[in-house]
Nanobody
């Protein structure tokens, strides 16, 4: 069964840090581009960051505040999103997403568009509050 499982979310004070994990089962992440999206009630699902499956190139959405670093460990079949200097507007549910074909990688990683070919995890909630 193909599955993505996120973890690492929680409650953190402004200025704090979190490391989110996206673990895959049923398929090898090294053949997929992996993205992170954040969902909030007012803005819906927005792209945050992406790492491709070709040369490990990383992408970050201009609209995102805070400091994000995406990385992957193919041996652990896991992708990470390090978030530093969190602000209250960083609150939301963070989802990881996987795509394989070139057209979908372009859409998700370069344009941060949601496409039908995305494999989604169930999300991990992040709350930034004092």
């Amino acid at each position: 069964q193909v599955q993505l499982v996120e973890s690492g979310g929680g409650v953190v004070q402004p200025g704090g840090s979190l490391r989110l994990s996206c673990a895959a089962s049923g398929f090898g992440l090294d053949y997929y581009a992996i993205g992170w999206f954040r969902q909030t009630p007012d803005k819906g699902r927005e792209g945050v960051s992406c790492i491709n499956n070709n040369n490990g190139q990383t992408y970050y959405a201009d609209s995102m505040t805070g400091r994000f670093t995406i990385s992957r460990d193919n041996d652990k079949n896991t992708v990470y999103l390090q978030i530093d200097s969190l602000k209250p507007e960083g609150t939301g549910v963070y989802y990881c997403a996987a795509v394989h074909d070139a057209k979908s990688v372009q859409a998700m990683c370069v344009e941060f568009r949601v496409v039908d070919t995305i494999i989604w995890g169930k999300g991990t909630p992040v709350t930034v509050s004092s």
